[in-house]
């Protein structure tokens, strides 16, 4: 059976790049959003494997802690 589990931001920050486009197929540890904080990039990981199901920021938005980035579908 198949859920949606979201990406959710590590820290707060900007968005530097989206990565991963809706309906692309990821692995556990694919980088799916890059955010910016304190002049360091992150790479936001999806923490399941599946397809990415919406994406939910845009390039150059600021998130705080705990947002949700995007969604992937699991198998």
Known sequence: MANSVDVVAPVPGLVANVVAKVGATVAAGDPVVTLQAMKTEI???????????????????????????ARVRTA
């Open 43 to 69: 790479a936001v990981e999806s923490e399941h494997a599946g397809t990415v199901e919406a994406i939910l920021v845009r390039e150059g938005q600021e998130v705080d802690l705990g947002a949700v980035l």
